[in-house]
Every structure is written in C-alpha cells, then in structure tokens.
C-alpha cells in the first residue's frame, strides 16, 4: 500500500483526498469535532507539498438528493477554523459547476471542500455502473487520490472504492494510524485480552461477538445491547432495549463462552427510569430484577467495580459501544467510570465507535491516556472481525 510520501511531487497537483467528516450536528452546530481534527494532518501535509487539495466526505444520510439540512457548510467553517492561514473554499456542490470552478481557481496549496457526496445517489449505488459514472466524475476533477477517510473503508462506495480504481493512488496518513493501531489488536495481542461492548443494537455487532469468541480473554457487555443478553439468561429487562429476535443467537455465545473458558460478564445491577430524560428520577436494581414499568440506562456501580476488576490487569484492551444513554446525565456515569478505567491500563487501549469516541471527549476523560481512539465504528468493528475492507483492498494495488 502506497503512502503520500511515495506519491512524488506534488507541487501544483490536483489531489482528491475522501475524508470522513461524518459529525453529529445539532442544527448547524458540529457538536463532536473529533473526525474533523483527525482529518486535518493530511490536508496540512498535502498542502504544504504545494497540492491543490480536494477534499471530499458524506453527512449523515440524505437520500440521494441536496438537502441543506445535511450540508457540509458547517464541516466546512470548523475545517477553516482549524486550517487558519490557508486557502480554504467551499464548492457548493458535489461534481457540478461549483465543484470545478473551485478547482481550477484554486491556488497550489488550497484546500476545497466539496459538497456532501450522497446528494448523490450514484455515490451508494450498488451498480457498479452507476457508481463508475459517479467515480468518473470525481476523478476527473483531480490527477491522485488519496484515502483518508477509515470510517468508510468498509463501504464499497464511489468515492472510497471506485474512484481507486481510477486514479494513482494512496492511504492517508490517518488511514495508515488507524491500521497500525488496529494491527497491535489483530495480530497477537498481548494478554489478558479484554474486550467492552456496549451501545445500542446487538445486532450491530453480532458479527464482531461472533470472532472475539475465539480470541479475547474475556468480553464485558453492558450498554443497550446487554439488556438482549440479560433476556436470553432468562431475566426480565422491563421496557429496555431489546432485540427479541437476537435472543436465540445470544444463547449460543452465552453457551459457546462458557465451553471455551471465555469470561463473558455481564451487568448484576442496571440504573433504571420511567424516562430517558435529563431530569429523569433514577434508582439502581439487580439485572436480574427489573421493574415491568422501569428502562435499563445505564451500568449500575456493582457493575463498575465487576468490570474495573476485570479490566485491571489487562494487557489489550478495545471499548466500542456506551455503557449507558451518556449522552444524558444521569445516565453517563458507567461510560464515564469505565472510559476512565480503561484509560488507566497500562498496555494497548484502543477505543472504537462515534458515539464511543465522543463519550470520551464529552465526559471529560483525557483523550491522550488511550493509545488509540478510532475515527471509524462499522469499519473498525469488520477490522475486529477479519473481514477484508473494500476501501482498503482497493489500495493494495
Ligand atoms: P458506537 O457509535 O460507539 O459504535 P453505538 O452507535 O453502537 O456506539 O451506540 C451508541 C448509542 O447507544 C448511544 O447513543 C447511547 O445513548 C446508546 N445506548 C447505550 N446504552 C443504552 C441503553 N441502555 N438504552 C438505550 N440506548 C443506549
Ligand atoms: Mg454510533
């Protein structure tokens, strides 16, 4: 896999970079900036070596077609604010008028953001035709392509697969850090090898459950998904999130654990609601006692200290998935104190996942104490579990 450094001079040329700058917006507020930072080196590096930038993401899932609620123009002013000193222009559309104007007035060492690629249809289509046209047209625009964006890498998409195809190409730094990071986790990780799983669909990460059975020392649950697991031991989880359908699959890990000696733990006390609000009126219960009338929110403090003690000497640890709705105070403190109990550890902590990744940032908890925390959740959750990633297998050659 090629890197921007075997790239040559770039002085003057023109160079597509698919970035991933899928943030949660609250209006036209970026309210987690986190894989916009992430994708600044790159940019920073490109237009220092005199290249016409071209940087290209999605938002959120517009359906085919321009809508400003899912703009980019708020990705674009914070990418600004971050690229001070620098020709920094948004191109108002995708491969349009817009979109060439920007490039052939930018100057050597200008960055242009363009617009969200899935006003698009053609950029998800699963036509291959479709998607080559679409490709073709971003491709035209520019004489490389570099890759950064490794929260998409495990879509087969216009701008991440396609485009490669089409153009010279290379990973971006971030991409690089991200598979080196991974690579610790993959190939041999040091043991005791722990791994966190939380948030809110079981059916989400079925797959990665499915693999970590046969590789880590043990694996905590908590998170919504727990509440699937707590059912298929039998338990009554009230109004919680639960996938019923997913209970017979849970059954088999459950069993399948306890035949290969993995410690699989799950919650023994649940902090409870009648709402999911910020001024919600909480109390904890055993997991095993859940009121009919009552939700499941968030890890209880017994389950803290469980999860502590099972963290403590672990030597590679991975976090994808809250312990709880963090995103509401009463419900962040079993996210907060295991985010902190991992940072702690003295080994590999790589942490997985968007809303995982904001958790950190929101509740306080030092970034820098983690090895590694991941821009990308499906992608990383395939990397776990050794599927090949379309967007990278493109790069190989
Ligand atoms: P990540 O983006 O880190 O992979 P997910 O997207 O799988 O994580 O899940 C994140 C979401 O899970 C958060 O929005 C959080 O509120 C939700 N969540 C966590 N615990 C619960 C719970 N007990 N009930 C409902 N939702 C939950
Ligand atoms: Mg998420």
């Avoid at 991200?178 to 079925?206: I, N, Q, T, W």
């Avoid at 994808?320 to 003295?346: K, S």
Wanted: charged share 25%; net charge negative; with cysteine.
């Amino acid at each position: 896999m090629k890197s921007i450094d075997d790239m040559g001079d770039l002085r003057g040329r023109r160079v597509l970079v698919r970035s991933d700058l899928n943030v949660p917006l609250e209006g036209t507020t970026v309210t987690d900036d986190g894989r916009i930072r992430a994708s600044v080196p790159t940019v920073v590096r490109l237009s220092d070596a005199g290249a016409k930038v071209i940087v290209t993401a999605h938002l959120g899932r517009p359906d085919g077609k321009a809508d400003p609620r899912y703009s980019l123009r708020p990705v674009y002013e914070r990418m600004a604010d971050l690229l001070p000193g620098r020709d920094v222009r948004f191109a108002g559309d995708t491969v349009g008028a817009g979109a060439r104007r920007a490039v052939e007035t930018m100057p050597d060492g200008g960055v242009a953001l363009l617009e969200n690629l899935r006003f698009d249809p053609r950029e998800t289509s699963k036509d291959d035709a479709e998607r080559g046209a679409f490709a073709d047209e971003l491709a035209a625009l520019a004489d490389v392509f570099v890759s950064d964006g490794f929260g998409v890498l495990h879509r087969k998409q216009a701008s991440v697969y396609d485009v490669a195809l089409r153009l010279p190409h290379a990973a971006g730094g971030l991409v690089l850090a991200e598979m080196e990071a991974f690579s610790k986790v993959l190939d041999d990780p040091e043991r005791p090898y722990v791994v966190v799983l939380g948030g809110s669909k079981v059916s989400d990460k079925l797959g990665v459950i499915d693999t970590l059975l046969g590789k880590v020392d043990r694996l905590l649950v908590g998170g919504g998904m727990c509440f699937t697991f707590l059912r298929a031991q039998g338990h009554e989880v009230g109004g919680s999130l639960l996938e019923e359908d997913q209970v017979d699959t849970v059954l088999g890990f459950i069993e399948r654990a306890a035949e290969t000696g993995v410690e699989l733990v799950l919650p023994v006390d649940v902090v409870v609601a009648a709402e999911v609000a910020e001024d919600a009126d909480t109390s904890v219960v055993p997991a095993s006692r859940i009121p009919a009338d009552m939700t499941g929110l968030d890890v209880g403090p017994e389950t803290v200290e469980l999860f502590r003690g099972k963290l403590a000497d672990a030597r590679t640890v991975v976090w994808n998935g809250p312990m709880g709705v963090f995103e509401l105070a009463p419900f962040a403190d079993g996210t907060r104190a295991i985010a902190q109990a991992i940072a702690e550890i003295d080994g590999t902590t790589v942490v997985g996942g968007g809303d995982s990744a904001a958790a950190v940032r929101q509740l306080g908890v030092d970034e820098t104490a983690f090895t590694h925390i991941s821009t990308g959740g499906g992608a990383s959750l395939e990397l776990l579990e050794g599927r090949t990633l379309p967007g990278l297998a493109v790069l190989e050659d």
